[in-house]
């Protein structure tokens, strides 16, 4: 087996053993998110006020960037065939377990031309882990504030 599939496949076992410590943080139950830089300074804001939800996710965020940008071979888009050599994601998708303040999550970056059309990223995103890892992944609405729909 050649040095390039070899790593791929270390970086696929990373993967998903990652996503195995999420799930068992969550019990199967997720959050996922995506953040595109201009949300960068508001988080930031956010944890140094001491927000400690906050400050684990802008470290995630953190960790991502730093992953894509040294990834051998280079990062994938979540939703194409995209490769990040040298340019950077037009957005990240983190998923952590749904509890108050994570302690794991996984991270992936998206091109460009996949962020387009916003109205259907989530869905999309979604659809993708679907596909990939969690084929019994179901949708659930955003939980509102008491009294609001």
């Not at 508001?42 to 953190?62: F, P, Q, Y």
């Not at 995209?82 to 037009?90: I, L, N, V």
């Not at 259907?120 to 979604?126: D, H, S």
Request: hydrophobic share 40%.
């Amino acid at each position: 087996m050649n040095r390039k599939m070899r790593r791929a496949q270390r970086a696929r076992r990373e993967w998903v053993a990652g996503l195995l410590r999420v799930e068992d943080e969550g019990q199967g139950v997720w959050d996922m998110r995506v953040y595109f830089p201009e949300h960068f300074a508001g988080l930031t804001a956010d944890a140094l006020a001491g927000n400690r939800n906050a400050a684990v996710l802008l470290d995630l965020l953190i960790n991502t960037i730093s992953h894509i940008g040294r990834a051998d071979p280079p990062a994938l888009c979540l939703l194409c065939d995209h490769q990040f050599s040298g340019d950077r994601p037009a957005a990240f998708v983190i998923v952590t377990a749904r509890v108050e303040v994570p302690e794991q999550g996984l991270g992936n970056g998206l091109c460009e031309g996949c962020v387009e059309p916003g109205a259907t990223l989530l869905q999309r995103v979604a659809q993708s882990y679907k596909e990939r890892v969690m084929g019994d992944l179901r949708i659930l609405p955003t939980p509102h504030a008491a009294g609001r729909a």
